[in-house]
C-alpha cells in the first residue's frame, strides 16, 4: 500500500517545474498539421479522379524497358550488312 502513497503523490504534483511539455501550442500544431493534411489529401485524391484516360494510353501491354525487339530488322540478311550479335 506504501508503493501506492507513493504513485498518487507523483502523479498529484505533476511534472516538476523545470520539466518541459509540449502542453496546448504543441497539441494545436499537430492537429493542424493533421487537419491540413486531410484536406491535402482530398484535393489529391479529387485531381486524380479528374484524371481521364483513353483507350490508347493504356500502359498495361507495353513491353518492359528491357524487352528485346521483336520487329524484324530491315538490314538483317541484306547483302554487305553483318548481323548484330545475339
Do not use: C, H
Amino acid at each position: 500500500m506504501n508503493s501506492m502513497n507513493a504513485l498518487v503523490t507523483l502523479a498529484s504534483e505533476g511534472p516538476a517545474a523545470d520539466t518541459v511539455t509540449p502542453g496546448v501550442l504543441g497539441f494545436i500544431a499537430v492537429a493542424s498539421v493533421g487537419v491540413a493534411l486531410y484536406f491535402l489529401m482530398k484535393s489529391m485524391r479529387k485531381r486524380l479522379d479528374g484524371i481521364q484516360v483513353g483507350p490508347g494510353d493504356s500502359r498495361a501491354g507495353a513491353e518492359p524497358a528491357g524487352a528485346p525487339d521483336t520487329e524484324p530488322d530491315s538490314t538483317a540478311g541484306a547483302p554487305g550488312t553483318a548481323s548484330p550479335p545475339p
